[in-house]
């Protein structure tokens, strides 16, 4: 074997990417585009009286203008369990209704021979409006809120044991309430289409964490079959969520197109995006810990309060977390909903347990202070064993590792546990830690492996790289699997033409796709060698398959490595032109009980032979998951200096402890925990979307008035893994990355500040103005 | 963006004579401020008219000593500028905390001093705003006025003046020279930005067509021991929600004379000449320094969502007098 897994390779697509090779959705450039530009609403709620297109329509090179008036008509897409037909906004088809739902809604797009042209034109749109009076803070209306279902499948409302008799047993309580804001993902790319039909054939460019999700969603929507539409889309610039679901404007951009006859590119604006591709919804989190004097719990409760649109019932999940993280006796985990007038929440980083740790690990610490029993130690008091909520085994947990190897790293030893005990010049010093946790997730994915006659390899899944490097660490299961050189391979993914991939969402790539990818190469492999053993002028033949090994671009004997030939050598002498395997996977590790996250049962999985010849995923397919549950956790620690004059607080130091069973590739791991860890830093000190109190208009919507950390704000992030695979998840044993950095940041930064200050802010952003007032 | 005309210019005469023949014709110099404002529907020049050729580049001594600075002088080539590190500190730390190190190498002299508030709903064409369209209403009295200013506002604007180096210059007490129809003329800093009163949309004293060609930093040889605190929401690239530039001359542990501006408070540049008075023949003390940073807010006027700003504004100012003063 090349070993090749697990090294920190740099990015396959690293040189790409730098020297601006890498071509995102916008770039594409077409033969006779036009470009589009969004008109977007100023009430909150109401209806649009009139539309005066006029001069717009007048402005020179402008070739339509759509509005609700004349619009291409819609489908409503059918529910779909599996989410693949979704718009982000169910109830709120694009251009079809004078209806306005919230500040920010589409209600016209331009289509001219520039950019600049459209711009101008929707300028020159006069709209009147019949307003309405618009709900749009949550406080306003926490007397209609109700209790949530389910969010993806998992029951929002669940309890174990008896919550009051375990609150009556409580020798010590900490019941307090936090607040986390309305916060924006803000990927580096803006969001943005190229939609160009060809007959009835429709090809999207677009920037997207889910390539079939958007073919589905567009297909439904327009009312013409999926096989019709093919979505592209090779590089994304960050989404962390917020393109994962289809909003309206890829819809719109083919609307345009269609109506125009050309090719329309649509690239929202920063400003647009605040209002119309999601966001993390405001959180009014009520924790309740009871624990005996010794510092075991007696009870956990964790009662969130959060808001969705008018237009979709999107729930931020806060306490899904709550229910596994520690072993408590009870446990009651509930979830409310208010409906505003806002733009509609979406899935952001860790959706529920960013915010949610935030709340429980806060919590913790509080009742660490009031227990004198040091924060690790509490968390160790109550370590669960095995998943507390279904008695599960879990998959694989090294959370213990993760407490010391953090603790001994930031030096917590020499941490003074009394608050606001430690000085560094004029700075008050503090430090803080968090349990971090994220669900094991994999589901179904399928794979395509081509060895071609020279050796060389062309590989491909329609999965999405959205900057964590799904190219590179899949490129790297490739080589380990066939023995052949990373430089040698080309992973194709982002074209819904290859087979199928999941979204790029619940941190599962890595994880459920590496395996059909994986299996589709050993299948392949698997092909060339027995092609060579059944070729008589093959060193290779007539020996077994199995004292067989590759490495190298050579296939030869383990016991006589002098025995054997190269890839391109066997494909050479045979008459094909290249050997391919293709696999899907169905193993899945979500809940299906509607309770956990537990893995699928033996005979539900089962890779499939999809007339692509996969021998491999057999032992694979053939582990009962079905007894385990998976999740990854991890340490986060932070210190921080306070100026306590000026209520300033700088991060000087981070430590993550990370298990997510087996590393893939210690670089893009790593920079997916710092990713994290840096957005769990702009969450706890500086992010926040305001909304005008008065119009429920954002007024937060640049870069310059929504802050996000940087590179000032940023300290030297110390990340390690513990790196033990996962023996059930999959066959190398990797769990996912992309979103346990974030989960516990907040609380560990917010710790971090009470221990330096004695000052416990319970709503972020931990901002200067909250620290010299408190 | 609305289509407008562009020329370059080459000598301050005709740089004056585009302006005076074309009313709607704004000058452009680095661009980082206009170019946002037009690219959003704020600013609508019908002419650009670029200046970045003209000879006000330079920063030089004058006979009577006075440090002559070009109006095109990039803000980071004034910020590393060793006559001004090391005789007005205060000025290039302001610099260095404004922006960001892209921006500094672009934005001008000239540029900062006409740079435009970033009140929220200025920014946005979808609200009332007075200083945009005067009698259409100020949205920020009753709206999320966090960042807007606590001294200086009116009934028609509270909107905050954004700039760090304009809090030290009116710390030097520079004067701002300029070139008009009618000639030449000097401002003194504190005239040149006006309040807001019942004009919010008229910000300065420049007349039509009148040019910035240099800011002049008076000798003050006290100013070598001068500082910029500010404080913000981030570390980097982030306006202040307070700031503080102060220079004192302290003998014997007196305080003979002080110089103290306050940043992210005012509707222009605040300079607190009572607080200066207050402290002049003092001891240099934490006690007298609160004093004074008393003094400099006792006219704050706080809203719903910066009623902070009073005692944080207070706090920077000490912190500032506190630094200069020895005694941090």
Known sequence: ?774 | MEAFAYREVQANRSAIEALATEPQARFLAGGTNLVDLMKMGIERPKTLVNINSLPLQSITVLPNGVLRIGALVRNSDLAYDERIRASYPVLSEALLSGASPQLRNMATVGGNLMQRTRCPYFYDVAFACNKRNNGSGCSALEGFNRGNAILGGSDHCISTHPSDMCVALAALDAIVQVEGPKGERSIRIQDFHLLPEDHPQKETDLGPAELITAVDLPNLPFAAKSHYVKVRDRASYEFALTSAAVALDIMDGTVRAARIALGGVGTKPWRSTVAEQLLMGKPASEAQYKTAANVALQDAQPRKYNSFKVELAKRTLIRALLTVGGMV
């Open chain 1, 1 to 774: 074997m090349n070993e090749i897994i697990g090294k920190p390779i740099d990015r396959v697509d690293g040189r790409l990417k730098v020297t601006g090779g890498a071509r995102y959705a916008a770039e594409f450039q077409l033969p006779n585009m036009a470009y589009a530009y969004l008109v977007q609403s100023t009430i909150a709620k109401g209806r649009i009286r009139s539309m005066d297109v006029s001069k717009a329509v007048a402005v020179s090179g402008v070739l339509a203008v759509l509005t609700h008036e004349n619009a291409p008509r819609l489908k409503t897409p059918p529910e779909d369990k599996s989410f693949e037909s979704k718009l982000g906004e169910k109830d709120l088809l694009p251009l079809q209704r004078d209806q306005i739902y919230y500040d920010g809604q589409h209600i016209a797009v331009i289509v001219a021979d520039t950019f600049e042209r459209a711009r101008d034109a929707a300028s020159l749109i006069k709209v009147e409006y019949d307003p309405e009076n618009a709900v749009f803070q949550m406080e306003q209306a926490l007397s209609q809120a109700y209790e949530a279902k389910e969010s993806f499948g998992r029951k929002a409302q669940s309890r174990r044991g008896d919550p009051d008799a375990g609150f009556a047993a409580a020798s010590i309580k900490c019941e307090e309430t936090y607040i986390t804001p309305i916060e924006h993902h803000n990927a580096m790319e803006p969001h943005a289409t190229i939609a160009n039909w060809n007959g009835d054939e429709l090809t999207v460019y677009d920037s997207t964490q889910w390539v079939l999700g958007t073919r589905k969603s567009i297909a439904d929507l327009l009312g013409i079959s999926a096989e019709n539409v093919r979505v592209i889309s090779p590089f994304v610039g960050g989404g962390f969520g917020s393109k994962g679901f289809m909003w309206a404007h890829p819809v719109i951009a083919a609307m345009a197109a269609k109506t125009v006859g050309r090719p329309v590119k649509l690239v929202l604006t920063r400003q647009q995006m605040f209002s119309a591709t999601g966001h993390r919804p405001r959180t009014i989190q009520k924790i309740g810990l009871g624990a005996t004097r010794e510092g075991k719990f007696t009870v956990v409760s964790h009662r969130t309060t959060t808001q969705t649109s008018v237009v979709e019932e999107f729930l931020e999940p806060s306490g899904m977390s709550t229910r596994v993280l520690y072993d408590s006796p009870a446990m009651e985990v509930k979830h409310l909903l208010v409906r505003l007038n806002t733009g509609t929440p979406c899935p952001m980083r860790a959706p529920g347990e960013a915010s949610g740790t935030f709340a429980v690990e806060s919590a913790l610490d509080e009742l660490s202070y009031k227990l004198k029993i040091d924060p690790i130690q509490l968390r160790l008091l109550n370590y669960a064993d095995k998943n507390p909520q279904t008695n599960q085994p879990w998959s694989g947990k090294n959370l213990k590792q993760c407490y010391e190897r953090g603790a001994a790293a930031i030096n917590w030893a020499q941490r003074n546990p009394e608050p606001r005990s430690m000085r560094e010049g004029r700075f008050l010093a503090g430090y803080g830690m968090a349990t971090a946790t994220y669900p094991g997730n994999r589901s179904a994915a399928s794979a395509k492996v081509q060895v071609l006659r020279d050796g060389s390899v062309i590989a491909s899944s329609c999965t999405q790289d959205i900057g964590t490097g799904t190219y590179t660490i899949m490129t790297q299961i490739v080589s380990e699997a066939l023995g052949i050189p990373v430089a040698r391979i080309e992973f194709k993914l982002g074209d819904s033409k290859l087979p199928k991939g999941p979204v790029s969402g619940g941190s599962q790539t890595a994880a459920s796709v590496g395996p059909a990818v994986q299996a589709a190469a050993l299948s392949a492999r698997s092909k060339v060698v027995k092609l060579a053993i059944a070729d008589k002028d093959s060193p290779l033949h007539g020996r077994k398959e199995d004292e067989i090994v590759s490495k190298n671009d050579r296939l030869f004997l383990a016991d006589d490595t002098s025995k054997g030939e190269t890839y391109a050598t066997i494909l050479g002498r045979s008459q094909v032109p290249f050997i391919e395997a293709e696999c899907q996977t169905r193993v899945s590790t979500r809940e299906k009980s509607g309770d956990e996250n537990t893995g699928t049962k033996k005979n539900e999985a089962g890779a499939k032979e999809s007339g692509g010849g996969c021998f491999a995923a057999t032992s694979d397919e053939n582990v009962d998951r079905e007894q385990y549950s998976f999740h990854s956790f991890g340490a986060q620690f932070a210190k921080v200096q306070v100026d306590p004059l000026l209520g300033m607080v700088r991060v000087v130091k981070w430590v993550s402890v990370m298990d997510i069973g087996r590393v893939l590739n210690l670089k893009t791991a790593r920079n997916q925990v710092c990713g994290g860890v840096i957005m769990g830093l702009g969450m706890a000190l500086m992010e926040e979307t305001v909304l005008d109190p008065n119009r429920g208009r954002i007024v937060t919507r640049d870069l310059a008035n929504y802050h996000v950390p940087v590179h000032a704000d940023i300290p030297d992030i110390d990340v390690q893994f513990i790196d033990n695979p996962d023996p059930f998840i999959n066959p190398f044993g990797g769990r996912g990355v992309g979103e346990i950095g974030i989960t516990g940041a907040p609380a560990a930064i917010a710790n971090a500040v009470y221990h330096a200050t004695g000052i416990r802010i319970r709503e972020l952003p931990i901002t200067p103005d909250k620290l010299i007032s408190a």
